[in-house]
């Protein structure tokens, strides 16, 4: 299959985790794969081991809280796959503290990466999908934090909260191309970001598997299929819809 008839997915912070499982599930399902992370290295280094793989990929090192950053991704991304059929917003940041102690510097970056680069990079597919004039999908990766609150993560679960009401909203007003937006809402996932929050001491692996029905983490190959399944044609007729791969988290009301 040559460049000319893959669709063409970008996937934000594909470099590492989630991000990197995505897009590689992404590749294995036929798709041409732009990695955008704002780690340049990190980045060519995924997109070289994809294309060592024989799925056709680049790099793009892009700091998705600005906006023009994000416009020339998806442009370079048509550039250079001459399409965008898939848009994976799945960068994101971390950083956990009692909310006494946020700084304006603090919130504006949590907003910048999570919300302002989750919106600024759909506008820019949106439109480049609306001139290709065949539809698309984009897939938002929000949190459980989107419906569950979790004290030190005021900033974080607002973030989350706001891009899973932006997918219903631009799902209702996109549908008319074509273009079907959902989101993916993992549950604790075992990544890097994971791992340090629990050697910090923010939790334990002992209190997920307590909290969790499945009692176990999620897998990033856990959150990638969720992605795969929504960008697919079996995910036709869902849109505006947040996907909570959670082990049950979720629907579990008892302590």
């Not at 949106?126 to 004290?151: D, K, L």
């Not at 993560?153 to 997918?167: D, G, I, P």
């Not at 002992?206 to 929504?230: H, M, N, T, W, Y």
Request: with cysteine; charged share 15%.
């Amino acid at each position: 299959m040559d460049n000319a008839v893959r669709p063409a997915a970008v996937v934000t912070g594909g470099a590492r985790g989630i991000g990197r499982a995505i897009a590689n599930a992404l590749a294995e399902e036929g798709f041409a794969v732009a990695i955008a992370d704002v780690r340049g290295e990190a980045a060519e280094e995924a997109a070289e081991q994809m294309r060592n793989d024989g799925a056709p990929a680049f790099a793009c090192q892009t700091d998705v809280s600005d906006p023009a950053a994000c416009h020339a991704l998806i442009t370079r991304a048509a550039e250079h796959f001459g399409r965008v059929d898939v848009l994976v917003n799945n960068a994101g940041i971390s950083k956990p503290g009692p909310s006494l102690e946020v700084t304006p510097e603090d919130w504006r970056q949590m907003m910048g990466v999570q919300l302002d680069g989750a919106f600024f990079c759909a506008q820019a597919a949106g439109g480049q999908m609306v001139r290709q004039g065949w539809g698309g999908s984009i897939v938002n990766i929000t949190s459980i934090n989107a419906e569950a609150a979790f004290p030190g993560r005021t900033s974080y679960c607002a973030a989350k909260a706001a891009v899973a009401m932006m997918t219903k909203t631009l799902a209702i007003e996109w549908a008319q191309y074509g273009i079907r937006v959902n989101a993916v809402g993992p549950a604790h996932t075992e990544t890097e970001m994971t791992l340090a929050n629990i050697a910090k001491g923010n939790f334990s692996v002992e209190q997920i598997q307590k909290r969790v029905p499945l009692g176990r983490l999620a897998s990033v190959q856990d959150v990638a299929g969720a992605v795969c399944f929504l960008v697919s044609d079996r995910a036709s007729f869902i849109t505006g819809h947040s996907l909570y791969v959670d082990g049950g988290y979720l629907a579990y009301g008892y302590w």
